[in-house]
C-alpha cells in the first residue's frame, strides 16, 4: 500500500507543481516559490508482480529507491499470506537480499517477477505463526482490516460483490440513525444525563461482527509439556500446543520445522510422536479445518463479511496519547470472560520489553534526524520513521512507568529516599518528579525535579526538536502521570551510566555553579540556541576558585558528550527568562519563567512599534525632498529611498534582535559577575512583566467573550488558549479579576473559575493518591467525589462521620447478605440431597466404624499418643498465619478539603474563592457537575462507569429526597460507590512531530484561495492529505482540519455533497481522537447539522444539532454560549419544518439560558428579542411581537444613539408591527366568519383576496379553486405538524413552556421595510451581539398580503 501510495502522492504533486514551477524552500518559514526544487526525478516506476507456485499473488509498483522488504510488508497485509512467516524471494531462481533496492535487480526493466518460496520454521517464526492465528481468531477486526486492505490493493477476484454489499450496509445504518434520531429527542439532548451517552455515540465500529458471531474454537494454547526434551529437539520438534474444538475435542500438536501435526499426548501421558495416518499442515488453520467442520466453516464466515471500505474505522488511536476516556460502559465490563490465550500473553508481559531485538531509543532517534533531507521523497521518509520512533518511545515510556509505580523494577540507588530513586528500563531513564501543590518552587540541584520544571524543560525540548539545529542534540523525552505519580522518562545518554559525569559534563555545571566547564564547541553551538530564544550569549561566571568562565546562556544548562561523540544538552529549563511577576522571598517561585509564545509576542510588538516610528521619519525627509528637488530628481530619488529603506529596516531588525536578549540568569541562584547592562537587562525583563498585565491579558479576555462558536470550553482547551497567547496558568486569578470588571464577561468568569477548581482538584488528589496504597486509591476518589458533589446535608453527615470508609461497606454488606441467601438455598439443597442418601448409607455405617477402630489401633502405634500431638499444637506447628496490615485510613472531611482548596487556588493561581462551596454555581445543576466531574476525572486519568449519578433536581432537593429515604432506610447512600471508580489511566506528555511539507501545502492552498483559485488550493489541500496519511495514518488532528476547511470552500462553490462528505471525514476523525464529549466534535457537529440543512435534510440536520447540544450541555453546562447558538439553529430548523410549539420551545430555553449566562440587560440580548418578535410577527400574535420589539429597541439605545441605522430599523420594524395590529383589529369588525381560525392551525385564516384581485377577475374563480386545494393540503400538513410538534416540544421542561419572552438571534437578517408601491424592498441589519445562524428574507407583497420565508 505504502509504495502505491507513494508513486500516486508523486504523480499528483508532479501534475500540480508543472503549471506553477513552484518549490518550497527548505528551511524557509513560508516558501515563496518552488522554482528551485531538486531531487524529485526518482527514476521510472517498476512494476513489480509476486507469485507463488505460479500463481499471481500481487501487483504494484515501486520506485527505484524502494527496498525489496516492503514487500513482505504487503504480503503480510493480503487475506491470502497473512499467516506467512518463514519464507524467501527468488528472482531468475536465484534467492536475493530482502535489503537491497530494487533498482539492483531491475536492469532497466518496466517489469519483474518475484517468486516467494516458503522455509522451514525455526522456534522463532513458528510462535509468530501462532500469534497470528491467535489474534484473527480472538478479535474479528483484525479480519476486517485485511480484507479492507486486500481491496484497496485491488485484489477483488476473491472477494466480489464487497463494495455492493457496502451501499447496502450504508442503507442499513442510514435506517439505524433514522431510529436514532427518533429515540433520542430535544428532551434529551435539554436533560444531562449520562444513560443517553452509549445513544449518542455513533462512533464507527471497527468491524460488524462480534466475537461470539464468529466463534471459531474453545480455546488454543501452549501445552504444559513445553518445552521439548532434547532427544525430541533434536527430532524436529519446536514447541507442543494444545486445543479444544467447539465439538469439544481436545487435541495435543506438535509444531516442528516443517509444520504443525497432531500428536498422541493426552492430559496424563506425553506422546509427542504424530498419530497415525497424520498429516502435517504448514498452516495451523489447515490443520484445525481438517478436524473441525464447525471452525472450517466460522473461518469461512470471518472472511466473508463486508467490511467499511473507509481507512477512518480501520485506524487505532492510542488513547493514553489523546487522553479521551474517562466512562466506561457496562458491554465493556462484562467483556472480560475466560481467554487463555490472554492468560499467556500477561504472564509473558515485560511492560514493552521485546527480548529477542532490544532497542536503542536514542540511537534511532538520532540516526533518524541526522538522515538527508533534499528531496520530498526523502523528507516523507524520515518523518514517517520519526512518528513511528516517537509513538513506540511513548508507549514503551507508559508501560515502563507503569512498571516502576507498580514496584516491578528495581531502582538503581535502593540505598537513597524513595522520591529520588532512578531507574533504567527497556533503555529508558526513569526518574520521579516532586509532588509540590501550593508553589513554584526550585528543588535545587540536591533534590528532584517539581512537575513545573519537567513542563518547561519538555517544552523547550519541542522547540530544539523543531528547529533542528546542527551539532546539537536533545533526549527523546515523555512526561507520564500515573495514579498521582509524575515519571519522567528519558533516552539514555550513551556512556553516562557507566562513566562518571564529570567525566561526561563538558558545559555548564552540576554542582550549582562550584564548578563550571566550558568547551569551545559546546559554547558555538549554545550561541545558536541563544540566538533562536533571545537570551543573551554572553555571561561571566565565577567559580569557587574564583575563575571566571563566559558562557552562553546559564551554567545551569549542561552540556554532555557521549560514547557516541554527539554533544547532548540537557536540563534546558533555563534557556527562558524569568517571571518578574512571581519573585517572593527565598527560592520559592524560581520556576515561575516565561513561556517561548510570550516572548515572540513582546518581541514582535516591539519590532513593529519600532517601525511605524522609522516610517514617519522616511515620510518626514521624502516630504522634505519633494519640496526642494525637481521631477528628475524625484523619481532618481524614489529608487535610491526604496533600497535605503530596505537596507535600513534590515539593519533595524539586527538592531533590535541585539537590543532585546533577557538575561536568564537574573532573580534565579545562579552568581555571576554584574556588568554595565546590568541594569537594562532588569529593565528589560520589567517592560516584559509590565506587557503580559497591560496588553496580553485584556485581548486574552476580549478573544475569550467572542460571539460565535467556540471551542473553549473546559479546563484543558482554557489550558491550551492561554499558552497559545503566551500566558501561564498561574495568572488564571489575574484574568478573573479583569472579567469582573465587565457583565458580559461572566460567562467567562464562570469557566475559569470551574477552571481554577479543577486544577486545584487536581493538585489535591495527585498528592494524596501518590501517597497511598494501590487499595485505597478508589476509596479516596469516592470520598472525594462523594464530598464536592453532595448535597450540603450529606456534607454534614460526611463531616461528623469518624470512619468514613464505612460508607461503603454498607453498600459491600447488602451484597454479601445475597451471597449469603444464595448459599443458604443450596445449602438446603444438598440437605435434602443428603436425606435421601441417609437411608442407603445406614446399612454400611456398622462396617465403616469397624474399619475406623482397626485403623486407630494402627496409628497409634505408628504416630504414638495423643500427647506428642499435644505438644505439636502447642509449639504452633499448624497454626494458620494471618498477617494484620497496617493501612492508613482514608478521611476527607468537607471543610478540610474546601479550605485547602481556598489555599492552593489563592496560593498558586492568585484566586480567592468568597463563596462557599455549597454556593458555587458548579453545585447548582447536574450539567454543571458533569461538567467539572468530567473534568477532574481526564486530568488524573480516572475512569468511571457510565450511569447517570445526578438527577435533573437541584442539589437541595436531592438532599431532601435523600433525608426522607434515610428516615424510612436509616442508612446513608453514596452518589460513588467503589464499583464506579473502573480504572485509573496513565496520563502522557510528548514530542509532537510536525511535517514541514504538509504546513508549507496549507499554506500554499491559503494563498492561492485569497488569490481566488479555488481548484489549486484544493488539489494543494487533497495532495497534503496524502501526505498526512503516508506519514500519520489515515486518523490525525490536521487531516481532519483540513477535511473541514475543504468542505467550507466546497459549501462556498455550491458542491453540497463534497461539502458533506469532508465534513463527515472530518467529524469522524474528531470523534476517534477526542471521543464524543469535546468541544471540537461537537463544533464538527454543529457544522455538519448546518450543512445538511442547507440541503433541505431536516432529519439529519436534526440529529446533528441534538447531538451537539447534548455535548455542550456535558462539557460545558447548560449556562454556556455554544448552547444558545444550537439552540437558535433548531427554532429555525423547527420553523421550517412547520413545527412551531418546538421552535418557540427552544427560543424559550435560549432565551433562559442567555439572561443566566450575561444578564437581563446584555448588548447579547438584542437579537434575542429581535428574533422573538419576528417569530411572534409570522404567527400573527402582534401583541407579544410589540413586547418584545420594544424590550430590543431599549437595549438598543443603551448601546448606540437614536441616528444610529440600527436603532432606526429597529424603530421602523415596530412601527411595521403596530400598524399590523391595527389593521388585525379593523378585520375584526368585517363580515362575520371572515377570520375564523382553521381547524389544525396555530394561525388565523387569511383574509378575503377579492377586493385585492378586481383587476383579475377572469381568474378569480381558478385562484380561488387552487387556493381552496392548497388550504386543504395544508390544513393536513399542519395538523400533523402540531402533532410532531407536540411530541418535540412537550418533554420540555414546563418552566420554558409557558415563558413570557422569546430569543432569536441573527446576524444578517434581512427586514421588510413597508413602501405603497408593490415592489420587495429590504433593509440589512447588523447587529453587534450576534452569531452566524442564518440569513433569513421577508417577501412581502401589498398586492396579495401574503408573507413568505426564505432560510438562504
Given amino acids: 500500500i505504502n509504495a502505491e501510495y507513494m508513486g500516486n502522492l508523486f504523480q499528483n504533486w508532479k501534475d500540480m507543481q508543472e503549471p506553477q514551477k513552484e518549490q518550497q524552500q527548505p528551511g524557509a518559514e513560508v516558501p515563496n516559490d518552488l522554482e528551485n526544487q531538486e531531487g524529485y526525478d526518482v527514476g521510472k516506476p517498476i512494476k513489480v508482480i509476486v507469485k507463488y507456485q505460479d500463481k499471481q499473488l500481487l501487483e504494484t509498483e515501486f520506485s527505484q529507491q524502494d527496498v525489496i522488504i516492503e514487500l513482505k510488508q504487503l504480503l503480510g497485509e493480503s487475506t491470502q499470506s497473512f499467516l506467512w512467516t518463514s519464507y524467501h524471494f527468488e528472482y531468475n531462481q536465484q534467492r536475493i537480499n530482502e535489503y537491497a533496492e530494487i533498482k539492483t535487480y531491475c536492469e532497466d526493466k518496466e517489469e519483474i517477477i518475484i517468486n516467494v518460496v516458503h522455509d522451514p520454521y525455526n522456534e522463532k517464526n513458528a510462535r509468530t505463526h501462532v500469534k497470528k492465528v491467535q489474534e484473527v481468531i480472538q478479535d474479528p477486526s483484525v479480519a476486517q482490516q485485511l480484507i479492507s486492505n486486500q481491496l484497496l490493493l485491488g485484489q477483488s477476484n476473491a472477494l466480489k460483490g464487497l463494495q455492493d454489499e457496502e451501499s447496502k450496509t450504508g442503507e442499513d445504518a442510514n435506517?439505524?440513525?433514522?431510529?436514532?434520531?427518533?429515540?433520542?429527542?430535544?428532551?434529551?439532548?435539554?436533560?444531562?444525563?449520562?444513560?443517553?451517552?452509549?445513544?449518542?455515540?455513533?462512533?464507527?465500529?471497527?468491524?460488524?461482527?462480534?466475537?461470539?458471531?464468529?466463534?471459531?474454537?474453545?480455546?488454543?494454547?501452549?501445552?504444559?509439556?513445553?518445552?521439548?526434551?532434547?532427544?525430541?529437539?533434536?527430532?524436529?520438534d519446536l514447541f507442543y500446543l494444545q486445543v479444544k474444538l467447539l465439538e469439544g475435542n481436545e487435541y495435543h500438536i506438535t509444531a516442528s520445522s516443517f509444520g504443525f501435526a497432531v500428536n498422541q499426548s493426552n492430559s496424563k501421558y506425553f506422546d509427542p510422536i504424530p498419530q497415525p495416518k497424520a498429516i502435517t499442515y504448514y498452516s495451523l488453520v489447515d490443520l484445525m479445518s481438517h478436524y473441525s467442520s464447525l471452525f472450517k466453516k466460522q473461518y469461512q464466515i470471518l472472511f466473508s463479511q463486508s467490511p467499511s471500505l473507509d481507512l477512518l474505522t480501520q485506524s487505532p488511536v492510542n488513547t493514553f496519547i489523546y487522553n479521551n476516556k474517562w466512562l466506561s460502559s457496562s458491554e465493556e465490563l462484562q467483556q472480560h470472560d475466560w481467554n487463555a490465550t490472554r492468560t499467556e500473553s500477561f504472564l509473558q508481559n515485560l511492560h514493552g520489553v521485546d527480548p529477542s531485538s532490544l532497542r536503542d531509543w536514542n540511537d534511532e532517534y538520532q540516526s533518524i534526524k541526522e538522515l538527508p533531507k533534499k528531496d520530498l521523497i526523502q523528507r516523507l521518509n524520515s518523518d514517517k520513521l520519526m512518528v513511528k520512533v516517537l509513538n513506540d518511545f511513548v508507549e514503551a515510556a507508559i508501560e515502563g512507568a507503569k512498571a516502576v509505580v507498580d514496584g516491578f523494577v528495581t531502582p538503581l540507588n535502593p540505598t537513597d529516599k524513595p522520591e529520588e530513586y532512578v531507574y533504567i528500563y527497556n533503555s529508558i531513564f526513569f526518574s520521579l518528579a516532586d509532588n509540590t501543590i501550593d508553589s513554584y518552587r526550585d528543588s535545587g540541584a540536591e533534590t528532584i525535579a517539581t512537575r513545573t520544571m519537567t513542563n518547561y524543560d519538555l517544552l523547550n525540548v519541542k522547540i530544539l526538536h523543531k528547529r533542528d539545529i546542527q551539532e546539537l542534540h536533545v533526549l527523546n523525552t515523555a512526561l507520564v502521570d500515573y495514579a498521582g505519580r509524575r515519571i519522567v522518562a528519558q533516552a539514555v545518554v550513551p556512556g553516562v551510566i557507566t562513566s562518571n559525569q564529570?567525566?561526561?559534563?563538558?558545559?555548564?555545571?552540576?554542582?550549582?555553579?562550584?564548578?563550571?566547564?566550558?568547551?569551545?564547541?559546546?559554547?558555538?553551538?549554545?550561541?545558536?540556541?541563544?540566538?533562536?530564544?533571545?537570551?543573551?550569549?554572553?555571561?561571566?561566571?565565577?567559580?569557587?576558585?574564583?575563575?571566571?568562565?563566559?558562557?552562553?546562556?546559564?551554567?545551569?544548562?549542561?552540556?554532555?558528550?557521549?560514547?557516541?561523540?554527539?554533544?547532548?544538552?540537557?536540563?534546558?529549563?533555563?534557556?527562558?527568562?524569568?517571571?518578574?511577576?512571581?519573585t517572593a522571598e527565598g527560592h520559592e517561585h524560581l520556576c515561575c519563567i516565561h513561556r517561548p509564545e510570550l516572548v515572540q509576542k513582546f518581541l514582535l510588538y516591539k519590532f513593529t512599534e519600532a517601525e511605524a516610528i522609522n516610517q514617519m521619519k522616511v515620510q518626514q525627509e521624502r516630504a522634505k525632498q519633494q519640496k526642494e528637488g525637481t521631477e528628475k530628481e524625484k523619481e532618481e530619488q524614489t529608487e535610491d529611498t526604496q533600497q535605503k529603506e530596505e537596507e535600513q529596516a534590515e539593519s533595524n531588525m539586527l538592531k533590535l534582535a541585539q537590543k532585546y536578549k533577557f538575561n536568564t540568569c537574573l532573580y534565579t541562584k545562579a552568581q555571576y559577575v554584574l556588568t554595565e547592562s546590568h541594569e537594562n537587562d532588569k529593565k528589560l525583563l520589567e517592560e516584559l512583566a509590565d506587557f503580559v498585565k497591560t496588553k496580553v491579558i485584556p485581548s486574552l479576555v476580549q478573544e475569550l467573550s467572542t460571539n460565535d462558536i467556540s471551542p473553549i470550553c473546559d479546563s484543558k482547551s482554557v489550558s491550551e488558549f492561554f499558552h497559545m497567547s503566551g500566558i501561564s496558568m498561574r495568572y488564571l486569578g489575574e484574568v478573573i479579576r479583569q472579567c469582573n470588571s465587565n457583565k458580559d464577561q461572566r460567562h467567562v468568569k464562570n469557566l475559569l473559575e470551574r477552571v481554577v477548581l479543577t486544577r486545584t482538584l487536581k493538585n489535591i488528589m495527585r498528592k494524596k493518591m501518590s501517597e497511598l496504597n494501590f487499595m485505597q486509591i478508589p476509596k479516596y476518589i469516592g470520598l472525594v467525589f462523594n464530598t464536592i458533589f453532595s448535597s450540603p446535608e450529606d456534607k454534614s453527615y460526611l463531616?461528623?462521620?469518624?470512619?468514613?470508609?464505612?460508607?461503603?461497606?454498607?453498600?459491600?454488606?447488602?451484597?454479601?447478605?445475597?451471597?449469603?441467601q444464595g448459599q443458604q438455598a443450596q445449602q438446603q439443597q444438598q440437605k435434602q440431597e443428603q436425606e435421601q442418601e441417609r437411608e442407603q448409607d445406614e446399612v454400611d455405617q456398622k462396617d465403616k466404624s469397624k474399619k475406623?477402630?482397626?485403623?486407630?489401633?494402627?496409628?497409634?502405634?505408628?504416630?504414638?499418643?495423643?500427647?506428642?500431638?499435644?505438644?505439636?499444637?502447642?509449639?504452633?506447628?499448624?497454626?494458620?498465619?494471618?498477617?494484620?496490615?497496617?493501612?492508613?485510613?482514608?478521611?476527607?472531611?468537607?471543610?478540610?478539603?474546601?479550605?485547602?482548596?481556598?489555599?492552593?487556588?489563592?496560593?498558586?493561581?492568585?484566586?480567592?474563592?468568597?463563596?462557599?462551596?455549597?454556593?458555587?454555581?458548579?453545585?447548582?445543576?447536574?450539567?454543571?457537575?458533569?461538567?467539572?466531574?468530567?473534568?477532574?476525572?481526564?486530568?488524573?486519568?480516572?475512569?468511571?462507569?457510565?450511569?447517570?449519578?445526578?438527577?435533573?433536581?437541584?442539589?437541595?432537593?436531592?438532599?431532601?429526597?435523600?433525608?426522607?429515604?434515610?428516615?424510612?432506610?436509616?442508612a446513608y447512600s453514596p452518589v460513588f460507590r467503589l464499583e464506579d471508580i473502573v480504572e485509573v489511566r496513565p496520563l502522557v506528555k510528548y514530542i509532537d512531530h510536525t511535517c514541514e511539507d504538509s504546513l508549507y501545502h496549507i499554506d500554499y492552498a491559503q494563498k492561492r484561495l485569497y488569490e481566488g483559485k479555488v481548484n489549486e488550493a484544493l488539489e494543494a489541500y487533497q495532495t497534503c492529505i496524502q501526505i498526512l496519511i503516508n506519514i500519520y495514518g489515515p486518523a490525525h488532528k490536521d487531516i481532519a482540519s483540513i477535511y473541514q476547511k475543504m468542505a467550507q470552500i466546497h459549501l462556498r462553490i455550491g458542491n453540497l455533497e463534497e461539502a458533506i462528505f469532508n465534513q463527515k471525514q472530518a467529524t469522524i476523525i474528531n470523534e476517534k481522537l477526542y471521543g464524543l464529549d469535546h468541544a471540537v466534535t461537537a463544533q464538527s457537529y454543529y457544522k455538519l447539522g448546518l450543512i445538511y440543512f442547507s440541503i433541505k435534510e431536516i432529519d439529519s440536520a436534526f440529529k446533528m444539532l441534538f447531538k451537539s447540544l447534548y455535548i455542550y450541555n456535558l462539557i460545558c453546562g447548560e449556562n454556556n454560549l455554544n448552547s444558545v447558538i444550537v439552540l437558535m439553529n433548531l427554532s429555525v430548523f423547527y420553523r421550517e419544518s412547520e413545527q412551531y410549539q418546538a421552535s418557540i420551545s427552544c427560543l424559550y430555553e435560549a432565551l433562559e439560558r442567555s439572561i443566566a449566562t450575561f444578564g437581563e440587560e446584555s448588548a447579547y440580548l438584542i437579537g434575542c428579542y429581535q428574533g422573538l418578535a419576528l417569530a411572534h410577527y409570522e404567527i400573527e400574535d402582534f401583541n407579544k411581537s410589540i413586547d418584545y420589539q420594544n424590550k430590543c429597541i431599549s437595549i438598543l439605545k443603551k448601546y448606540f444613539s437614536d441616528e444610529d441605522i440600527k436603532v432606526k430599523d429597529a424603530t421602523m420594524l415596530l412601527n411595521k408591527f403596530k400598524s399590523s395590529l391595527e389593521d388585525k383589529k379593523k378585520q375584526k369588525l368585517g363580515k362575520?366568519?371572515?377570520?375564523?381560525?382553521?381547524?389544525?392551525?396555530?394561525?388565523?385564516?387569511?383574509?378575503?383576496?377579492?377586493?385585492?384581485?378586481?383587476?383579475?377577475?377572469?381568474?378569480?374563480?381558478?385562484?380561488?379553486?387552487?387556493?381552496?386545494?392548497?388550504?386543504?393540503?395544508?390544513?393536513?400538513?399542519?395538523?400533523?405538524?402540531?402533532?410532531?410538534?407536540?411530541?418535540?416540544?412537550?418533554?420540555?421542561?414546563?418552566?420554558?413552556?409557558?415563558?413570557?419572552?422569546?430569543?432569536?438571534?441573527?446576524?444578517?437578517?434581512?427586514?421588510?421595510?413597508?413602501?405603497?408601491?408593490?415592489?420587495?424592498?429590504?433593509?440589512?441589519?447588523?447587529?453587534?451581539?450576534?452569531?452566524?445562524?442564518?440569513?433569513?428574507?421577508?417577501?412581502?407583497?401589498?398586492?396579495?398580503?401574503?408573507?413568505?420565508?426564505?432560510?438562504?
Avoid at 464468529?214 to 524436529?236: E, M, Q
Avoid at 463531616?799 to 449469603?820: A, H, R, V
Wanted: one cysteine or more; aromatic letters at 8%.
Fill in 852 to 970: 475406623k477402630k482397626k485403623k486407630s489401633k494402627q496409628n497409634q502405634k505408628t504416630t504414638g499418643t495423643g500427647d506428642d500431638v499435644a505438644l505439636l499444637a502447642q509449639q504452633n506447628l499448624f497454626k494458620v498465619i494471618q498477617p494484620q496490615f497496617k493501612l492508613e485510613t482514608v478521611t476527607v472531611k468537607p471543610s478540610e478539603l474546601w479550605n485547602e482548596i481556598v489555599h492552593i487556588a489563592k496560593k498558586r493561581y492568585s484566586h480567592e474563592f468568597t463563596e462557599t462551596l455549597d454556593k458555587l454555581v458548579f453545585q447548582q445543576k447536574a450539567s454543571y457537575k458533569y461538567a467539572l466531574l468530567r473534568e477532574v476525572c481526564l486530568s488524573l486519568g480516572i475512569v468511571l462507569k457510565c450511569r447517570d449519578y445526578f438527577s435533573i433536581h437541584s442539589a437541595n432537593e436531592q438532599g431532601q429526597q435523600r433525608r426522607e429515604k434515610k428516615k424510612e432506610e436509616q
Fill in 799 to 820: 463531616e461528623g462521620l469518624e470512619n468514613q470508609e464505612d460508607i461503603f461497606k454498607q453498600k459491600e454488606t447488602q451484597s454479601q447478605q445475597q451471597k449469603q
Fill in 175 to 236: 435506517k439505524e440513525s433514522s431510529q436514532m434520531s427518533s429515540t433520542f429527542q430535544l428532551s434529551d439532548a435539554l436533560n444531562c444525563d449520562l444513560s443517553k451517552y452509549p445513544l449518542v455515540s455513533q462512533e464507527k465500529k471497527e468491524s460488524g461482527l462480534k466475537r461470539e458471531d464468529v466463534r471459531c474454537l474453545n480455546y488454543i494454547c501452549y501445552s504444559g509439556f513445553n518445552p521439548p526434551p532434547p532427544n525430541r529437539k533434536l527430532a524436529g
Fill in 502 to 582: 564529570k567525566q561526561c559534563t563538558e558545559y555548564g555545571s552540576i554542582d550549582e555553579g562550584k564548578n563550571i566547564y566550558c568547551n569551545d564547541e559546546f559554547k558555538e553551538i549554545m550561541k545558536k540556541v541563544c540566538q533562536l530564544f533571545s537570551i543573551a550569549d554572553s555571561i561571566d561566571f565565577v567559580d569557587e576558585k574564583a575563575e571566571t568562565h563566559n558562557l552562553a546562556g546559564s551554567y545551569e544548562i549542561k552540556g554532555i558528550r557521549g560514547s557516541d561523540r554527539r554533544k547532548y544538552f540537557i536540563e534546558l529549563i533555563r534557556l527562558l527568562p524569568r517571571d518578574i511577576n512571581y
Fill in 1232 to 1352: 362575520p366568519g371572515e377570520n375564523k381560525r382553521p381547524f389544525g392551525s396555530n394561525k388565523p385564516q387569511k383574509p378575503n383576496q377579492q377586493k385585492d384581485d378586481q383587476e383579475d377577475a377572469g381568474q378569480l374563480s381558478q385562484f380561488k379553486n387552487e387556493q381552496r386545494q392548497k388550504e386543504r393540503q395544508l390544513l393536513i400538513q399542519k395538523a400533523r405538524a402540531m402533532r410532531m410538534s407536540q411530541k418535540q416540544g412537550g418533554n420540555l421542561r414546563p418552566q420554558f413552556q409557558n415563558a413570557d419572552i422569546l430569543n432569536y438571534m441573527y446576524q444578517n437578517q434581512l427586514l421588510t421595510r413597508m413602501k405603497e408601491t408593490e415592489a420587495v424592498s429590504y433593509t440589512h441589519l447588523t447587529l453587534p451581539t450576534i452569531y452566524s445562524v442564518q440569513i433569513s428574507v421577508v417577501a412581502v407583497s401589498l398586492k396579495k398580503k401574503t408573507m413568505v420565508s426564505y432560510v438562504v
